[in-house]
């Protein structure tokens, strides 16, 4: 039984960091109509951008404290983040306003390639570490109900409950403030937000840089899990059946299919594993999607697709 | 009509000329509007009614002539100048945020009106929340004006086709424009839904004084509650006037019945 809930949790917790890097995708898509297929880049360029500003920082500031580097890398990625966003605005978005998807996501392909170049010839290209001193000891909790309690890893936890308050904050600016709600309009419909004074511009920076910040969060936690390095993008891969099982346009859809597929990908490996020799954990997301896509295509909480004839 | 006073020329259009390609959608149009009056732009199909309120609202920038919109002098506008000037639109085929509440979508009216920062509104204190509390009683007047209260969670996509434009003209409202430009409002509609349109837009002049420029296909209607208006024919102005001297006049009669008189 604990060996079920360990894995379990640990469904949850890789699940919850999918959710991360989902709600990167609904967020943009959610505001401006486009799939952006950079988020995996993003991820990687602010955990690039993060990870080198913590190693230059003690040499450039002189300051020792590993808490204080960090604190001054992360705004300093913030800042960075911003500057992206403001760009992609500006060079690519404002000049594609009213094109169809299929047009906004294959700039958002072009934005992918900009940002992995760019990112390692400033950050450069080894693998680099993440510590912003998140605990790595394994605890064991529970252990009054189980024998031998539950093994779970502390800095999984904390990065769960990170993503969890992140993901809270984001739902309530969506819903209530009046930003929020002008997000929302933009993604409805560019020309009724624009004949309403909604400034398109002013909006798209402030997604980018949502979505860019959300992508940083994602970069530190799987970075310090991982290291950084260019596989780090590929990560994007594992959010897209997250994001096709919620729906595209749901916060709680991108939030509760990650978990799903964190969760649905460990119990199967275990407990199916053995019967087809392994290996599930690669593709189960993927055929999970497969059959969304046939059956449910606006995915969980998507909104329903209703077309008048 | 009313007790309202037409007043002086608040949007002046000087020779038009407007081309896609090669396609000539207007050819050197001018006409004006006077505060407070209700001014129809009619035509038949392809005759550049849509066109001329695209020039009007910025979405399309004509290639010669000049917009004077109160007093100032414009080569062509904005959409989001024309917004925080006081222009208002609706528009033919509906385009309201279809995901959002009937409630939220008039809300987006008032966005040019918050002046709260992101930061306040984020943290949802102070003078943002004041501020969201006066605006939203102010959408609530404008739905109990448009008598739609019963619908005001209700998602927009959800809506039939009549109250979806009477949505639409809420939101205009909220932005509370000098100039309403109206795009088709009753395309679409059965006799009651008209009657109730024509209605609400004959209230709005009066009751708001706001001037209202408006392009309809049906001729009856046209005629009754406007006090001026344009024709357009092949992107060309072939009448202007009050409605009885453009019923008269020949060009277009022969217009709307395709044969020389």
Partial sequence: ??????????????????????????????????????????????ALAMARFSEWIPGWLGI????????????????????????????????????????LLMATLGITYVLDGVGQTIFGSDIYKIDVGMPKDPVIMLESMFEGGVLINKEDFIAAAIAAILVAALTLFFQKTPTGRALRAVADDHQAALSVGIPLDRIWVIVWCVAGITALVAGIIWGSKLGVQFSLSTVALRALPVVILGGLTSVPGAIIGGLII?????????????????????????MLALVFL???????????????? | MSGRKIGDVILDLKNISLSFGGVKALTDISFDVREHEVRAIIGPNGAGKSSMLNVINGVYHPQEGEIIFRGQHRRDMDTHEAAEQGIARTFQNIALFKGMSVLDNIMTGRNLRMKSNLFLQALWIGPAQREELEHRKKVEEIIDFLEIQHIRKTPVGRLPYGLQKRVDLARALAMEPEVLLLDEPMAGMNVEEKQDMCRFILDVNDQFGTTIVLIEHD???????????????????????VPDEVRANPEVISAYLGASH
């Fill in chain 1, 1 to 46: 039984m604990s060996f079920f809930i360990e894995t379990l949790l640990g469904g949850l917790m890789t699940g919850m960091l999918y959710a991360l890097v989902a709600l990167g995708f609904v967020l943009i898509y959610k505001a401006s109509g486009v799939f952006n297929f950079a988020q995996g880049a993003m991820v990687l360029f602010a």
């Fill in chain 1, 294 to 309: 046939l059956f449910r295509p606006q995915g969980l909480f998507g909104e329903k697709i209703i077309d008048r004839v």
């Fill in chain 1, 262 to 286: 964190g969760v649905g990908e460990k119990l199967s490996e275990v407990y199916l594993g053995h019967y087809v020799g392994g290996g599930i954990e690669i593709w189960f997301a993927y």
């Fill in chain 2, 219 to 241: 001729m009856g209607v046209v005629m009754d509650i406007s006090d001026r208006v344009v024709v357009l024919d092949y992107g060309k102005k072939i009448g202007d006037g």
């Fill in chain 1, 64 to 103: 020792e404290s590993l808490f204080l580097a960090n604190l001054i890398a992360i705004v300093l990625t913030v800042v960075v983040m911003f500057v992206v966003a403001w760009l992609v605005e500006r060079l690519a978005l404002r000049h594609l306003v009213n094109q169809n998807e299929a047009t």
